[in-house]
Nanobody, 125 residues
Framework: QLRLVESGGALVQPGGSLRLSCATS????????IAWFRQAPGKEREGVSC????????LYADSVTGRFTVSKHNAWNMVYLQMNSLKPEDTAVYYC??????????????????WGQGTQVTVSS
């Protein structure tokens, strides 16, 4: 059974850091690309970052480049999103999503078919 479970969301002050985790099951990370998306209230869902299955190469949205880092540990079935220098506009529900592909580079425009339930990140003083 395919499953993704996000955790690590919290309330953090501007300039702070958080690390989100995505625990996966039923989808080997060497066969699935993983992406992080976010959705703020009243806004459309936005692609944040992705990481490829085979070589672990990464891609970031312009809005988070230089501040966020995606990584994974295949053996642990875990994917992480390290978020630094957080801004109020980073406030959103963050989701991880999977696609069965070994293509590279990854794309935030792919039709990711498996999704987690999301974790809330709030950046506020």
């Amino acid at each position: 059974q395919l499953r993704l479970v996000e955790s690590g969301g919290a309330l953090v002050q501007p300039g702070g850091s958080l690390r989100l985790s995505c625990a996966t099951s039923g989808l080997p990370l060497d066969q699935h690309a993983i992406a992080w998306f976010r959705q703020a209230p009243g806004k459309e869902r936005e692609g944040v970052s992705c990481i490829t299955a085979r070589d672990g190469s990464t891609l970031y949205a312009d809005s988070v480049t230089g501040r966020f880092t995606v990584s994974k540990h295949n053996a642990w079935n875990m994917v992480y999103l390290q978020m630094n220098s957080l801004k109020p506009e980073d406030t959103a529900v963050y989701y991880c999503a999977a696609l069965h592909t070994q293509a590279a580079p990854c794309s935030l425009m792919w039709a990711y078919g498996s999704w987690g339930q999301g974790t809330q990140v709030t950046v506020s003083s």
